[in-house]
């Protein structure tokens, strides 16, 4: 018998402070108060600090709950209205931001060629591999943190919806993330450990305050995806395209720890992820999109819309992070204890 | 109980696809054990994690070279 490990990170969230007048009222709701509504949603900047804490707060009911909160408020009218007003503006501004197309095979064939040169080594596993510092590595951890201590959890949310066979492909998938029954060597759980082992904590939901909108949006579009039953192909390609991209970003990875002299609990996260990712791509071609679009052939452009909006949303993040890193500044709200040099 | 046979998936274009817990033994007699659901062996031998997969068979191209 495997006994489960003893990790913080299994409990409830705190709730977070309020960025703005929508989130402030997610938060009232939460409190158990009656607050007015606030304003127009169309007012809202979808890709804002303000709405995105504001779905955070909504998604996070559907996982753990937040501690102190009353876990029926899950399915409090007034806070599943103002979520899908919320998610309709994000929605519409992703729509617009990233062109259509229902080529899947093309849009998959595109991810699997790796970009080399000076022209395409500029992403941040490739900075970290190279001249990273321990300060950005750890804040890097940071923002990932919001998704990985919940890894796999939005894309379980879609195995009831699929066919039979994409559903075994993806379970397979699944089951793997969430350690071929092993607790301790579920992902979230490997993750915890690499923090724990960076001198970070791995308490749930606490770094929530302090990472900017571009890191909730990435969580909050797989949790939308993974919520809305219609959404299903887009929450598909969003998990193709993380088990198709992220073996060689996690080989990087790896090496800029072993450059940076990290411990054997901080690389393994990312060391385990470039043989599981290598399966999981196999996996996810072969055992989940072929029979999906095989069973659902029109779901095609939601699928190319789910790659193409999460990669979106990847690459705003990744360019937040590169860009206040090259100018010696905190890529958080509030920089850790061994933030950038002043 | 009947043993199942072990399926075992070949790629057109990367690793071969082993179903189940495998012990591999590698050409210089090594033993290497994965108990993942599903392991990729590499057949291309550009992996730098033998005997398994880490993606090296995919195409390289020159950033300058993309559409």
């Keep these: 018998m495997t006994v489960v490990p003893a990790t913080p990170h299994t409990g409830r969230a705190p709730l977070p402070g309020a960025r703005g007048p929508w989130s402030e009222t997610v938060l009232e709701l939460l409190r158990g108060g009656d607050p007015p509504p606030a304003g127009e949603p169309a007012d809202a900047d979808p890709y804002g600090d303000d709405l995105q804490l504001a779905l955070h707060c909504c998604y996070e009911l559907h996982y753990r709950g937040f501690a102190g909160v009353d876990d029926d408020r899950e399915w409090d009218p007034r806070l599943v209205t103002l979520r899908v007003a919320l998610e309709e503006r994000f929605l519409a501004a992703l729509r617009a931001d990233v062109p259509p197309g229902d080529d899947v095979a093309a849009t998959v064939e595109a991810l699997l060629v790796e970009p080399v040169g000076p022209a395409a080594e500029t992403g941040v596993s490739h900075h970290l591999y190279r001249s990273g510092e321990l300060w950005q590595l750890r804040e890097y951890v940071v923002h990932r943190s919001v998704y990985h201590l919940k890894e796999a959890d939005p894309q379980a949310w879609v195995i009831p919806r699929l066919p039979d066979a994409a559903k075994a492909g993806l379970v397979t998938v699944e089951h793997d993330e969430y350690g071929a029954g092993d607790p301790a060597r579920m992902h979230a759980v490997l993750f915890a450990d690499m923090m724990r082992e ?145 | 109980m009947p043993a199942e046979p072990t399926r075992v998936t070949l790629t057109d274009d990367g690793p071969v696809l082993v179903h189940g817990p495998v012990e591999i033994e590698t050409a210089d007699g090594r033993r290497v054990r994965s108990d993942r659901p599903v392991t990729a062996v590499c057949t291309c031998r550009r992996t730098r994690r033998p005997p398994f997969c880490d993606t090296s068979h995919r195409t390289r191209v020159r950033e300058e070279q993309r559409t």
Excluded: K
């Design chain 1, 198 to 342: 960076l001198g970070l904590s791995t308490g749930y939901g606490h770094y929530v305050d302090v990472v900017p909108a571009a890191t909730l949006a990435e969580v909050n579009f797989m949790s939308l995806c993974g919520l809305r039953r219609s959404l299903r192909g887009a929450l598909v390609g969003q998990f193709a395209l993380v088990e198709l991209t992220s073996s060689p970003g996690s080989e990087r990875l790896v090496r800029g720890m072993r450059r940076l002299g990290c411990g054997p609990a901080a690389i393994r996260f990312y060391d385990e992820h470039v043989e599981a990712d290598a399966v999981h791509e196999q996996v996810v071609r072969r055992g989940v999109l072929r029979p999906l679009l095989a069973a659902e052939p029109a779901l095609a452009a939601d699928v190319v819309f789910g790659i193409r909006a999460a990669g979106f949303l990847g690459d705003r993040l990744g360019e937040l992070l590169l860009g206040r890193w090259s100018a010696g500044r905190s890529s958080l709200r509030g920089p850790l204890p061994d933030g950038p040099p002043r």
